[in-house]
Structure formats: structure tokens, C-alpha cells
């Protein structure tokens, strides 16, 4: 079993609707967890921590349920700039990526 | 825009040919790491280095060398390289390998096409 596993989709949506995605991870003592946006022939860039509380950033929001082990990411109103693969990163002592969930928004 | 910076961008090599790749951090980090992306493929983590020492190889070929001379610098060294190889390949730094808090900032790669 991989240590952070992701639904690679892809997903597909209209421009205006919420999506989510789940990120699964095996490590119990994993201590802190992000979501990275990477688009097409690009690097990974950081979008958002993802704090135990939950954490919103504008359309963005995180969530982390430690009991099921796994985080989310809810997009709302999505836009066609949201099209990318969206990266799950949790760190145990170190960072494991997973392999990515791609997005894309249509009009 | 990252700190993390890459030369050259774009790179196309014969099989018999030896270059390296360079990678540079203005961030003051003490970890630094080489990823291998094949096209619409997940990111493969080649190595890590943590305060200039080597602290992962990921069963990567004897073709790729890094070198770390300093906290700042990171290089991929290439030779007798295969068509397979061809992938972009992106260097990212970190406050320190084993943060638990670590945020990893990503450099913009460089496209590497093996003939």
C-alpha cells in the first residue's frame, strides 16, 4: 500500500460547481500535511497547509480527519484557471508526495 | 518567484554525451532534493541531501551523480543517459529534511530529451 494514495481522476466539471478531492495516508504519526497545484509542464507550487481545525483560503478549503486518516480539498465556483493536478504532500519526519489528482474546469 | 532557480531550462543530449544539470536556493535552506518527472507521470524522488550530505538515494541509476558542494547548490551530473530518461526534472529545497513542518519550494525544472 502506497503511503499517500489519491483518486488520479481525472475530474472533470463545469465552470460554477464544488469539487473535492480525498487524500488517504498510512502513517498514524504523520504530523503535518499540505496540498501542492501543479500545472501542465510546470513545477509543483504550495497552495495550502492543512490544519487540524481546517483552514479556508477564498474558494479553497482544507480539511484533515486524523481518526480516518485522510485530508481534503473542497474547490467552490470553480474557474478554468482551477484546470492543474492537484498534489497531496504528507510529512511523517518527511515529505511524501502523492501522485497527483487532475482537474480540469470547462465551460 | 520561488527562490529556487534551475539551469538550463531545456536541455537535449545525445546518449554518448556528459552535462549536468544545476540547481541553486536563495532561501536559506539546509535540504535540497532532485525529483525525476516522466510526462503525465507521478513525481519520483531521485535523491535527498540534508545539510550537504546524501541522505537518500532512490535505487537511481549509476548514469545520474549528484553532487551538493554547498547548502545552496545541488547538481545532477549526466552521462551515457538513455532515451527513457527523457522527463523533466525538478530540484526542490527545504528548511531541513526531517522538519516536521516542512514546506518544499520547487524550482522550474529543467526538460531533458535524450536522442
Not at chain 1, 487524500?23 to 510546470?42: G, I, L, P, V
Not at chain 2, 532557480?5 to 540547481?23: A, D, E, F, I
Amino acid at each position: 500500500r502506497k503511503e499517500v494514495e489519491q483518486d488520479p481522476g481525472p475530474f472533470n466539471v463545469p465552470e460554477g460547481a464544488t469539487v473535492a478531492f480525498n487524500c488517504t495516508y498510512s502513517n498514524s504519526a504523520s504530523q503535518s500535511f499540505f496540498w501542492y497545484r501543479q500545472d501542465c509542464r510546470k513545477e509543483p507550487k504550495l497552495l495550502m497547509s492543512v490544519y487540524s481545525s481546517g483552514n479556508e483560503d477564498g474558494r479553497f478549503t482544507a480539511q484533515l480527519n486524523r481518526a480516518s486518516q485522510y485530508i481534503s480539498l473542497l474547490i467552490r465556483d470553480s474557474k478554468l484557471s482551477d484546470s492543474a493536478t492537484y498534489l497531496c504532500v504528507v510529512n511523517a519526519g518527511k515529505s511524501t508526495f502523492g501522485d497527483g489528482t487532475t482537474l480540469t474546469v470547462k465551460p | 518567484e520561488t527562490g529556487v532557480t534551475q539551469t538550463p531550462r531545456h536541455l537535449v543530449m545525445g546518449m554518448t554525451n556528459k552535462k549536468s544539470l544545476k540547481c541553486e536556493q536563495h532561501l536559506g535552506h539546509n535540504a535540497m532534493y532532485w525529483y525525476k518527472q516522466s510526462a503525465k507521470k507521478p513525481l519520483e524522488l531521485m535523491f535527498v541531501y540534508n545539510f550537504k550530505e546524501q541522505t537518500e538515494n532512490n535505487s537511481v541509476p549509476s548514469r545520474f551523480s549528484p553532487e551538493c558542494p554547498n547548502s545552496s547548490h545541488l547538481f545532477l551530473h549526466l552521462h551515457t543517459l538513455q532515451p527513457e530518461d527523457s522527463a523533466l526534472y525538478l530540484c526542490a529545497s527545504s528548511q531541513e529534511e526531517t522538519g516536521n513542518t516542512d514546506t518544499q519550494y520547487f524550482g522550474p525544472g529543467t526538460r531533458l530529451t535524450v536522442l
